[in-house]
Nanobody, 115 residues
Framework: VQLQASGGGLVQPGWSLRLSCVTS????????IGWFRQAPGKERELVAS????????YYDGSIKGRFTISRDDAKNSVSLQMNSLKPEDTAVYYC?????????WGQGTLVTVSS
């Protein structure tokens, strides 16, 4: 099983990034998928998730209205479009099934928002 996040980088406040999560080794279409992040000195938290139907979504209040999660079952992938980025969005971002399974954590992708 692999869930590999990519697309992070260093951006200025107000800019956008699009994260991608490519998966393999499990029946992707049967699982809800979540995007999680871990900021320096903080615990990992769920920021967005999408149900297996591709229609129902959840967003944490801190990113609601700025981030959009989507999935492509044909490509076994999930994306996170992040707009109007803020310094407090700085974190390592991970994808996992939701609820998360410990063995499925990948290395994550670092997003740094700084002027």
């Amino acid at each position: 099983v692999q869930l590999q996040a990519s697309g992070g980088g260093l951006v200025q406040p107000g800019w956008s990034l699009r994260l991608s999560c490519v998966t393999s080794g499990f029946n992707f279409e049967y699982y809800a998928i979540g995007w999680f992040r871990q900021a320096p000195g903080k615990e990992r938290e769920l920021v967005a998730s999408i149900w297996k139907d591709g229609k129902n979504t959840y967003y944490d209040g801190s990113i609601k209205g700025r981030f959009t999660i989507s999935r492509d079952d044909a490509k076994n992938s999930v994306s996170l479009q992040m707009n109007s980025l803020k310094p407090e969005d700085t974190a390592v971002y991970y994808c996992n099934v939701q609820p998360p399974l410990e063995p499925y954590w990948g290395q994550g992708t670092l997003v740094t928002v700084s002027s």
